[in-house]
């Protein structure tokens, strides 16, 4: 079996009780193989599942992949104990008319029961009628129990317990109301593990909290793995597969300032045939022998300074880009491929400036499934494929024309719908030289085609021996930073 945790709404706790009992099985259970998965297009709660895990945590996401690869996915990863962190509300979908998307449907796509949060706060004899309507409003899936969140004394417990006991639904767990417990956020959603110095000890206090605030005999048996006949693991690999055989290099940005990256997505391109070589552009300069570039999302604007500040950096990508690599870059990548990024502040830092535009930060949350048309072609894509993407920024891209700041639609790569075909976006995307460069997060589990064109078109790249020489003679002769790429290729 495996367990989903799910929330009556969001904000009542999920990813809390959910790194609480990875924490704790970890501690309880070392030896055991724990693996996570999270429901939706969401980057940071798999990196705290990972960290706590020591295996990387999936996505299970049926509109952005398939029901089908959705199931393949976790047939394919279960290990001897698995857990999955929901979404939003228990039957909160992609656009809201039905629960697509929903945990409600990815527990009944795997049959998987559920552990209902429910937050008692403000509340007592009413929690009763709470768990009955979310039992009841749909008989396909099985609710194995709740957990009571933000109890606020021990009359309070009791008061809760008479309230649900006539349900005969098993409380699998009690909360209180937990100060010391806090995982700093900002605009997009927690801040990612690689940011926060003191993350260690945050754990230890999660897992002492699973300990002692989870009635393990219930747990444990719904937490342990069996394997279920009838579903197809798949390889992770169906469809067209031009881009497997030799090995292609390929430089994928990963620091604290790009860190937006689905595992599978990795998973996709090494058995493709990509030897995935991890780089910082906020510390090095583009790797030498690769034969493209992979920038996924992140938060270029919160390292804006580091990132201009490594002029190599910036200078070396440009160079390679003019040149020709192949190169996919995704929200984050987009705005460092842009002419600057303007923060929250207002202040302006140069970036790579292949594309003639501006990333400015704003309040406006642009978020939703995004259903994508090709407009031409690009190193990922032919003009006229159609395939699902997501989109969760605080950007937008701007043009100054006569000093005046002019917000800009850039209809030249992609065409958008939202999940409700009826909601229309702006075409939005960029197609210079070999890059595709899109705020559109893209996940390759239903569409691996996408990965095989873009290493495909790699193949075809590489970088000059002239260019490389240039390199090696400005490091040799102790020249670094923006003194030896003014030497390569002035701005």
């Keep these: 079996m495996a367990l989903i945790i799910a929330g009556e709404r969001s904000g009542v706790g999920k990813t809390t009780v959910t790194l609480s009992l990875l924490a704790a099985l970890r501690s309880r259970l070392p030896q055991a193989a724990v693996q996570s998965f999270k429901v939706g297009p969401d980057y940071i709660d ?11 945590c999936r996505n299970l996401d049926p509109v952005l992949t398939s029901e089908t690869y959705v199931q393949q996915c976790f047939a394919r990863h279960t290990a001897e104990y698995a857990l999955i962190e929901g979404v939003m509300g228990l039957f909160d979908g992609a656009c809201g008319k ?11 796509l795997l049959n998987v029961p559920i552990a209902l949060i429910l937050n008692c706060s403000s509340t007592s004899r009413s929690i009763a009628a709470i768990a009955h309507g979310y039992r009841s409003f749909d008989p396909r899936i099985q609710i194995a129990g709740v957990i009571l969140n933000r109890v606020g004394s021990d009359r309070h417990l009791e008061l809760l317990t008479e309230a649900l006991e006539p349900l005969n639904l098993p409380i699998l767990g009690v909360l209180r109301r937990q100060e010391d417990i806090a995982i700093p956020d900002r605009h997009l959603g927690l801040v990612p593990t690689a940011e926060l110095k003191d993350l260690d000890q945050a754990i230890e206090r999660l897992a002492h909290l699973g300990e002692t605030c989870f009635d393990w005999e219930k747990l444990l048996p719904l937490l342990a793995w069996s394997e279920r006949g009838g579903v197809d693991k798949g390889d992770g690999r169906s469809g067209e597969m031009e881009g497997r055989g030799e090995t292609v290099r390929l ?14 997505n990795l998973d996709l391109l090494r058995q493709l045939g990509a030897e995935l070589v991890p780089w910082s552009p906020m510390e090095d300069m583009l790797p030498e022998g690769v034969q493209g570039l992979y920038l996924g999302g992140g938060f270029p604007e919160v390292f804006a300074g580091a990132l201009a500040e490594n002029v190599s950096a910036r200078r070396s990508v440009r160079l390679a880009i003019e040149s020709g690599m192949p190169t996919y870059a995704e929200c984050g990548g987009l705005m460092y491929l842009c002419e600057q990024i303007v923060d ?8 790579v400036g292949i594309l003639p535009t501006t990333a400015a930060m704003g309040k406006r949350l642009t978020l939703g499934y995004r259903q994508a048309t090709a407009l031409q072609d690009s ?7 159609r395939f699902w993407g997501h989109e969760f920024h ?11 700041s002019v917000e800009l639609s850039d209809r030249s790569l992609l065409s958008l719908q939202g999940y409700d075909s009826k909601l229309q976006f702006p075409d939005e995307g960029w197609q210079r030289h070999q890059v595709h460069a899109s705020y559109v997060h893209l996940h390759f589990g239903a569409q691996p085609r996408l990965a095989a064109k873009f290493l495909q078109r790699c193949k075809t790249w590489s970088f000059s021996r002239c260019t490389h020489s240039l390199y090696r003679g400005a490091t040799s002769a102790g020249v670094t930073g923006a003194t030896a790429v003014d030497r390569i290729a002035p701005l």
């Design 344 to 351: 929250f502040e207002g202040n302006a830092y140069p970036m």
């Design 46 to 56: 798999p990196m705290f599942h990972t960290y706590v895990t020591g295996r990387a």
């Design 98 to 108: 039905d629960d697509t998307a929903s945990t409600a449907h990815i527990a009944r």
């Design 251 to 264: 430089a994928i940005a990963q620091d604290r300032a790009f860190s937006f990256y689905y595992a599978d």
């Design 379 to 385: 190193p990922l894509v032919q003009k006229g494929d």
């Design 394 to 404: 605080r950007s937008a891209l701007r043009q100054t024309e006569g000093g005046q």
